[in-house]
């Protein structure tokens, strides 16, 4: 059987990243970056699509890449839609091209990959956009009719893992009943339950604190800090979503740095790096309850669990739960590209937007 040829795209706010693959092996990886001043001549995000397009169309003949049996782009802030791989069609480029949820540079995704494709006779793909929301519908409910608990997430990467654990396992996706934590910048801690992320804590407004985010916090004080005078709304969302966590007490978003620290005797770096992983498995265990306690396993994967130091300290509190299984990482690429390969292959059918 021939190898299939997958170009993945992922536009980030200034570079495209760029990734050819032959199956699973990666060919050639490239960023475009895209200087501050040539993005900002668009008024709005999509205005950018054929700078972009033509700079990629340049790189692939600088690359001599003449053969594309799909192309697969990162998927946009779209309206919410069960998890899987979609066929880029006229209904999926309006949302994009409208920004249905909002602006973002990954609406750009689905679009290029489409123009591409159409150069190649292939099929343009999406995979596990930010927007998957397969939540059940006790799970939305806030404790303030006025606020809705949403589905946002890391989904790319934890899909993956589920479809890599499912083949460690030798079972089916849908088969899986686990709690999965995406540990990286921010994080995302989800029940699987028969292969759906039927809740979690959403990164940027609950659960633990993390390298750069702070996590849920005291309603009250928070409140008395937005109304104090000292912080307007752009500002205190800064502090909470990039100014929290490791970076608001110990200066750092790097936790190689931390654990540098604390094994340089450092008593409140420990102090604070014990309060990110007890808090972590507070929330692995309240997931736990979700599934009704019929967890299969622990599976912890993003780039926070290289680290030995942290994985142990979440193992200390929650692996009396179920055994652990680490997947330490998180490349969006190859998920891109295992999402796309699994229509290809004829594993899993392309889903309709």
């Given at each position: 059987?021939?190898?299939?040829?997958?170009?993945?795209?992922?536009?980030?706010?200034?570079?495209?990243?760029?990734?050819?693959?032959?199956?699973?092996?990666?060919?050639?990886?490239?960023?475009?970056?895209?200087?501050?001043?040539?993005?900002?001549?668009?008024?709005?995000?999509?205005?950018?699509?054929?700078?972009?397009?033509?700079?990629?169309?340049?790189?692939?003949?600088?690359?001599?890449?003449?053969?594309?049996?799909?192309?697969?782009?990162r998927g946009g802030l779209?309206?919410?839609?069960?998890?899987?791989?979609?066929?880029?069609?006229?209904?999926?480029?309006?949302?994009?091209?409208?920004?249905?949820?909002?602006?973002?540079?990954?609406?750009?995704?689905?679009?290029?990959?489409?123009?591409?494709?159409?150069?190649?006779?292939?099929p343009a793909y999406i995979?596990?956009?930010?927007?998957?929301?397969?939540?059940?519908?006790?799970?939305?409910?806030?404790?303030?009719?006025?606020?809705?608990?949403?589905?946002?997430?890391?989904?790319?990467?934890?899909?993956?893992?589920?479809?890599?654990?499912?083949?460690?396992?030798?079972?089916?996706?849908?088969?899986?009943?686990?709690?999965?934590?995406?540990?990286?910048?921010?994080?995302?801690?989800?029940?699987?339950?028969?292969?759906?992320?039927?809740?979690?804590?959403?990164?940027?407004?609950?659960?633990?604190?993390?390298?750069?985010?702070?996590?849920?916090?005291?309603?009250?004080?928070?409140?008395?800090?937005?109304?104090?005078?000292?912080?307007?709304?752009?500002?205190?969302?800064?502090?909470?979503?990039?100014?929290?966590?490791?970076?608001?007490?110990?200066?750092?978003?790097?936790?190689?740095?931390?654990?540098?620290?604390?094994?340089?005797?450092?008593?409140?770096?420990?102090?604070?790096?014990?309060?990110?992983?007890?808090?972590?498995?507070?929330?692995?265990?309240?997931?736990?309850?979700?599934?009704?306690?019929?967890?299969?396993?622990?599976?912890?994967?993003?780039g926070l669990s290289y680290?030995?130091?942290?994985?142990?300290?979440?193992?200390?509190?929650?692996?009396?739960?179920?055994?652990?299984?680490?997947?330490?990482?998180?490349?969006?690429?190859?998920?891109?590209?295992?999402?796309?390969?699994?229509?290809?292959?004829?594993?899993?059918?392309?889903?309709?937007?």
């Amino acid at each position: 059987m021939n190898e299939m040829k997958v170009l993945a795209i992922n536009p980030g706010s200034t570079s495209t990243k760029l990734a050819y693959f032959s199956d699973k092996k990666l060919i050639k990886g490239y960023s475009l970056d895209h200087s501050v001043s040539e993005v900002s001549k668009y008024e709005k995000i999509v205005n950018q699509l054929d700078f972009r397009y033509q700079a990629i169309l340049k790189w692939l003949e600088s690359e001599g890449i003449n053969k594309l049996d799909c192309v697969v782009g990162r998927g946009g802030l779209l309206k919410p839609m069960p998890s899987g791989t979609y066929t880029v069609t006229e209904d999926l480029k309006k949302d994009l091209e409208i920004g249905v949820q909002g602006e973002h540079a990954s609406n750009l995704g689905g679009l290029i990959a489409d123009k591409i494709a159409k150069n190649h006779n292939a099929p343009a793909y999406i995979v596990d956009p930010v927007a998957v929301d397969e939540f059940e519908d006790i799970a939305r409910i806030s404790g303030m009719p006025e606020i809705e608990r949403r589905s946002l997430l890391h989904a790319l990467n934890i899909k993956a893992v589920a479809h890599r654990v499912a083949k460690d396992l030798n079972k089916k996706v849908d088969d899986l009943n686990m709690v999965i934590a995406h540990l990286g910048g921010g994080i995302s801690i989800v029940p699987l339950s028969n292969g759906r992320m039927i809740d979690v804590n959403n990164a940027n407004e609950f659960g633990p604190f993390s390298p750069e985010r702070a996590g849920g916090l005291p309603v009250g004080d928070l409140v008395r800090l937005a109304f104090s005078g000292k912080y307007d709304l752009s500002t205190l969302k800064k502090k909470i979503t990039s100014e929290g966590g490791l970076v608001g007490y110990l200066k750092t978003n790097d936790a190689r740095d931390v654990e540098k620290m604390i094994l340089e005797g450092d008593k409140k770096a420990e102090l604070i790096y014990r309060a990110m992983a007890y808090q972590i498995s507070k929330e692995i265990s309240a997931m736990a309850t979700v599934l009704k306690g019929n967890v299969e396993n622990i599976v912890l994967t993003g780039g926070l669990s290289y680290s030995d130091m942290l994985v142990d300290m979440i193992k200390e509190h929650t692996e009396f739960i179920a055994p652990f299984l680490v997947y330490p990482g998180e490349d969006e690429m190859i998920a891109l590209c295992e999402g796309a390969l699994r229509v290809l292959t004829e594993e899993e059918e392309a889903k309709i937007y």
